[in-house]
């Protein structure tokens, strides 16, 4: 199976992504479909042996909408240029059709209001072929400006469906209908009116006002969902577009979309790294925060691998092109959040429920208002009662704000946390994390630093310096993680180490070797007690939940030097933010009891899992899952992966390894466990801005529409002008995208 994703053009609600949906789903050879009405997208899973690319765009164009070919350039992440072009060119067009709307639409409007300006301005605005005046006005209004919403209500009436644009057109076209009627045959239809006391009424304005405004909100809606997509816009801007690559022995710059894997790139001081690659010459420090997320620009020496984007320093070096194109670290890290921003929340499925039947439920609506206020209302006045109110709730039954209240918040969650270098793979997967009651940590990789470092050195007879450098020479011919970590700390300290002859290891036990004429014993408690050196065993005791190496020198115990897996500088912090949040937080890990517990008092977790295998792994998260708690699983490791993708919640170091990392849902590109309370910040803020939209969008219709059909008008008089509701339904599309927008303040620095 393969996934695409098609840019969809022309949708206009909720009802439109669902019919669009629909038909893909029922596409020949097609497994999955999912419309995201909030970025005019259509993701689909399908077999390349029965279907492609091209067929589907038929079978979006074969509802009515439009739909791009998707190209190479698309699976590199960002909007490609001819879909900018293609929306680019509907902004355009909207925007024109709206200043030629409301420059005809004026004058009706003014015609219509005429009594309510004064008598003078009535009286001079009262003359002989007003009507047909409005009448001439409003046609191109309608049948030009407004064309689309006839064009798309008759597409989805072929295909026995209705979509906002039947609403509109019904609405809009009924207030004309009526008009010309009462234009061309004024007796027909003589209830007294806007052409004079006992003609005819005639509703032009209505119609050009409602067309007029649903197109002013329609520009405000784009625009503003232009903005959710800031983050993807960002993190694909930050790739350069040339690279300086040496062809035929000399260097020269080619588009960034020609470099290879095996090419040559020079890098300059200050320039961005083109490409993923490894130094091949030369050295500087890369500042890779805006991918990492990591404050402090990193050294980079021959051999050191290099993240295309990252911003290079004061140095010059030569890379060789690893990855390109769409298998960079950056352009998989933009993959990742579109993905996520065209995936569902399960939150949104009552809203596509609701978004699916609530058009043809709105047009019985409207028809029962009809028919009750024409039945009701006095001879004189019911037509324009029944007529006005239909109309009305047509309009302000537009389930727009509906369509755009889970994924412009979803859109901007994601993207929010893209930029803090948090990938969450999906709605699904930030709407589970901010129900977590239980957050399990891995203890290597994940709490801690994943690499042996030395803690504690206590000499006895020498001086510190001196033990470290007698312990690192003999165990400078290890390939052990404890001989590097001693090497290690010998380089910090700045000693010279002398090379060790006579070199031995015992097995089990630690090594022996001669350093400039002195013998040294490096290893256990065994290891000294079996040649008859004596040491204080209290000072053992006092390293306990770190290994210890203990060195003699010349038969005399030296002293000892604890070694230990250092926890992150954040973890303690993290813990914290976790509790604050009501979390209950369990350090889980295959290490020895000991080791783990002591890792456990300095960064304040209680409980511990310890001496684990992989499989017990997955058994203690599902343990947790039984006693009803909501899990998350933090690792970095192969043997994490199977817990990860047990856990609800996956969530993996980006530092680790790439299994891991396909396990989780939500990826830390840092790898710092201050990462994981961030994401759960942002997932409880964004799931609070789908469900305050939802409100707002359910209790605007719920409200919205019984005023619109006249509930109100036997108690206070008061009657919603169907041009009020055109301007309140575009009014909510715009509330609900602004208010997703809001989390663009959400503080992800903490991570």
Known sequence: MVTTTVPVLGMHCGACAARIEGALKLAPGVARAAVNYATGRATVEYDPAATGPGRLVEVVRAVGYDAVVPTAEDAGGGESRVEAAARDDDFQRTRSKFFVAAALTLPVAVLAMAGHLGPTVADALDFPGRVWVELALTTPVLFWCGREFFTGAW?????????????????????YAASVVATVAPTWLAVGGHAGHGAAAVYYEVAAVIVTLILLGRLLEARARSRTGGAVRALVGLAPKTARVERGGVEVD???GEVVVGDIVRVRPGERV????????????????????????????????????????????????????????????????EEAQGSKAPIQRLADRVAGVFVPVVLGLAVVTFVAWFAVSPPESRLSFALLTFVSVLIIACPCALGLATPTAV???????????ILIKGGEALEAAGRLTTVVLDKTGTVTQGKPAVTDVLPAGLSADELVRFAASAERGSEHPLARAVTDAARSRGLTVPPAEHFQAVAGLGLSATVEGHAVLVGTARLLTSRGIAFDAKVVETAAGRTVLLVAVDGKYAGLIAVA???????????ARLRALGLDVVLLTGDNRAAAEAVAR??????????????????????????????????????DAPALAAADVGIAMGTGTDVAIEAADITLVRGDPAGVATAVELSRATVRTIRQNLVFAFAYNVVGIPVAAGVLYPLTGWLLSPMLASAAMALSSVSVVANALRLNRFDATRS
Request: hydrophobic share 45%; aromatic share 0%; glycine share 12%.
């Open 411 to 421: 859109l901007v969650g994601t993207g929010r946390g893209a930029q803090a270098g």
């Open 155 to 175: 597409a989805a009436a072929r295909h026995r469906a209705a979509d906002m644009n039947t609403l509109v057109a019904l609405g809009t076209l009924s207030a």
């Open 565 to 575: 897996d250092p926890v992150k500088p954040t973890a303690k912090a993290a813990v």
């Open 602 to 639: 300095e960064v304040d977790i209680d409980r511990v899992v310890a001496e684990v295998p992989p499989e017990g792994k997955v058994a203690e998260v599902r343990k947790l899952q039984a006693a009803g708690a909501v899990v998350a699983m933090v690792g970095d490791g192969i043997n």
């Open 254 to 256: 080619v588009p960034l």
């Open 274 to 337: 083109p490409v993923d690659g490894t130094v091949l010459d030369g050295a500087s420090a890369v500042d890779e925060g805006m991918v990492t997320g990591e404050p402090v620009p990193v050294a980079k020496n021959p051999g050191d691998p290099v993240i295309g984007a990252t911003v290079n320093g004061t140095g010059s070096f030569r890379l060789t092109a690893t990855k390109v194109g769409a298998d960079t670290v950056l352009r998989q890290i933009v993959r990742l959040v």
